[in-house]
């Protein structure tokens, strides 16, 4: 059927990193460029699952299919309708903003999907999607899920500072990209503060949203801390450059990691990629958007971005744009590299 399972082959399901993301409301086309960047800089092979209102399923299948094969051919794609298997559907949806409960239930729904990486809709990758992947190998026996910190300095976290209910170390941690192994989710019997016995992932999510309802302020970000708290031994914790948010820099420059390598996924919540208040992450964004799929990566994207780093230089953000670069850059270098190489080897007569 057009749109469920396009350029499909069951075997290569297998081999698939699957992406997970969940659009409602005005998220179409952010959600596309973010799929954009994915297949853009990714070599292996992507499953994307998209969870997405019945009024939107006609426009992805149209936009996708207008991509060129040349992309089409690495990937394929799931367009799921918005689903709660426990309590009120209602009140799922509309916990914190439209439809992004829903990640909640993904071990519940993909039940034929052994690992996952969700993201946001705001979500930008500036670099192959295998570098996270390679993070669930780092598990350990007892981890079934990976999130970055929600803030770096704890006196100006906003967990520390507000939260009235339970939450993960000394600052929490965001969901806004969140490594799953769906397989350990389903097996594991969760600690919880309602009964002294474990429940499983789908039992504990109802009654958890029923005990803290009227504590938590960021919907189903607050369910994963609470959860977290009370195991956190599931945990892994990568560092800030996999979820780059504008706290990392409208204060100051406070994520190492990035400094470091750069930013690896860029996070544009607070809808910075629609407004003037952080021209970085706009740039970035639109330099993307408009990247015509088969232009050279570094004429049409990388210079056009250099030069809107120009005009943001006044800003906090603006005035560290190699944090913003030095991955793009790097990862750019990489598909040049490996399309001269193929190039070559299928010109080459020894």
Known sequence: KPGEQKHSKEPSSLQCMHLAVVACGDRLEETLIMLKSAVLFSNRRLCFHIFAEDSLKPEFEKKLNEW??????????NIYPITFSVGNAQEWKKLFKPCAAQRLFLPVILKDVDSLLYVDTDVLFLRPIEDIWHILK???????????????IPKIGWYSRFARHPYYGTTGVNSGVMLMNLTRIRNTQFKNSMIPSGLTWE???????QK??????????????IIFYFNPECLYVFPCQWNYRPDHCMYGSNCKGAEEEGVSILHGNRGVYHDDKQPTFKALYEVIRDFPFEDNLFQSLYYPLQSKFLDTVHTLCGRIPQVFLKQIEKTMKKVYENRVIVYLGANHRY
């Open 68 to 77: 060129p094969s040349s992309y089409t051919k690495k990937f394929e794609y």
């Open 138 to 152: 780092e598990f350990n026996s007892t981890q079934l899920a990976a999130m970055a910190p929600e803030h770096e």
């Open 203 to 209: 039992e504990m999510l109802y009654p958890l949203y």
């Open 212 to 225: 803290y309802k009227n504590y938590i302020t960021w919907g189903d970000q607050d369910l994963l801390n």
